[in-house]
């Protein structure tokens, strides 16, 4: 990677702000303040229902600044038959635009060279997804994650997604980013990135009206250089989610 890449990791809370009002022209307005080449976000897909994107895949593609990756998996919705024959009649489109709510949109210019979902260990439906991306003409591993409230899982999550990078096929640099929900800084499910990866210093991020804590992280392998980092403290991210949005430049 000969320049600078954005990255930016968001735990957007199902596009719910602190007005409790659903509003996915917020989530977009934020992500557009912080400008990211790539974006992975939690709770990007309702949890009930037809558990269909919190932002409407029209909406993004009218917006034009990011395309989703298509994971090319679906959650099993109840009537999903008729629900597909509803969206044909009424010209919608409920589907998930991730996988157990973590999703990753890149702009238009950053290519998409492979994807997966990941299955997590845990009591409660949790996943991954990893996106193997071509950009500035290198490639590069983003891994989008919401790890569980517990410590224990957590840690067996982490060791399931390390492992799965371990598996893929091809070698390239590997950033890891979302909400650890881990408090401590050098223990817990960190502890087992095992100095093949450092932290970006961006601070506390939750929660949005008071920042104390930093559960949500980017983590970037030793072969990444992190040039800044930092919270998104704009005035519509305090409004959009219970979580401001976090950003680090990097470089090979």
């Given at each position: 990677?000969?320049?600078?890449?954005?990255?930016?990791?968001?735990?957007?809370?199902?596009?719910?702000?602190?007005?409790?009002?659903?509003?996915?022209?917020?989530?977009?307005?934020?992500?557009?303040?912080?400008?990211?080449?790539?974006?992975?976000?939690?709770?990007?897909?309702?949890?009930?229902?037809?558990?269909?994107s919190t932002v409407?895949?029209?909406?993004?593609?009218?917006?034009?600044m990011y395309k989703?990756?298509?994971?090319?998996?679906?959650?099993?919705?109840?009537?999903?038959?008729?629900?597909?024959?509803?969206?044909?009649?009424?010209?919608?489109?409920?589907?998930?635009?991730?996988?157990?709510?973590?999703?990753?949109?890149?702009?238009?210019?950053?290519?998409?060279?492979?994807?997966?979902?990941?299955?997590?260990?845990?009591?409660?439906?949790?996943?991954?997804?990893?996106?193997?991306?071509?950009?500035?003409?290198?490639?590069?591993?983003?891994?989008?994650?919401?790890?569980?409230?517990?410590?224990?899982?957590?840690?067996?999550?982490?060791?399931?997604?390390?492992?799965?990078?371990?598996?893929?096929?091809?070698?390239?640099p590997t950033v890891?980013?979302?909400?650890?929900?881990?408090?401590?800084?050098?223990?817990?499910?960190?502890?087992?990135?095992?100095?093949?990866?450092?932290?970006?210093?961006?601070?506390?991020?939750?929660?949005?009206?008071?920042?104390?804590?930093?559960?949500?992280?980017?983590?970037?392998?030793?072969?990444?250089?992190?040039?800044?980092?930092?919270?998104?403290?704009?005035?519509?991210?305090?409004?959009?989610?219970?979580?401001?949005?976090?950003?680090?430049?990097?470089?090979?």
């Amino acid at each position: 990677m000969s320049s600078c890449i954005t990255l930016a990791s968001y735990n957007m809370h199902k596009a719910v702000g602190l007005d409790g009002r659903r509003d996915p022209h917020r989530v977009l307005k934020v992500l557009q303040e912080i400008d990211a080449d790539i974006v992975a976000l939690q709770e990007a897909d309702k949890r009930v229902g037809g558990r269909g994107s919190t932002v409407p895949h029209e909406l993004i593609d009218s917006h034009g600044m990011y395309k989703p990756v298509h994971l090319g998996v679906r959650h099993k919705r109840v009537f999903d038959k008729a629900r597909r024959h509803a969206d044909r009649l009424l010209k919608v489109n409920t589907r998930n635009i991730g996988w157990h709510g973590n999703a990753i949109l890149v702009k238009r210019h950053v290519g998409v060279l492979d994807c997966a979902a990941l299955e997590l260990p845990t009591l409660e439906p949790r996943g991954a997804v990893i996106a193997e991306l071509l950009i500035n003409e290198k490639p590069l591993r983003v891994v989008g994650m919401h790890l569980d409230l517990s410590g224990l899982w957590r840690r067996r999550q982490m060791r399931a997604i390390l492992e799965a990078i371990e598996r893929r096929p091809q070698k390239m640099p590997t950033v890891l980013m979302g909400d650890t929900n881990e408090w401590r800084t050098e223990a817990g499910c960190l502890k087992d990135l095992d100095g093949q990866f450092h932290l970006a210093p961006t601070g506390p991020s939750f929660h949005a009206r008071h920042p104390v804590a930093t559960l949500d992280r980017i983590i970037v392998h030793k072969d990444l250089n992190i040039e800044a980092a930092g919270v998104h403290m704009s005035a519509a991210a305090r409004r959009a989610s219970d979580h401001l949005p976090i950003w680090a430049r990097v470089t090979a």
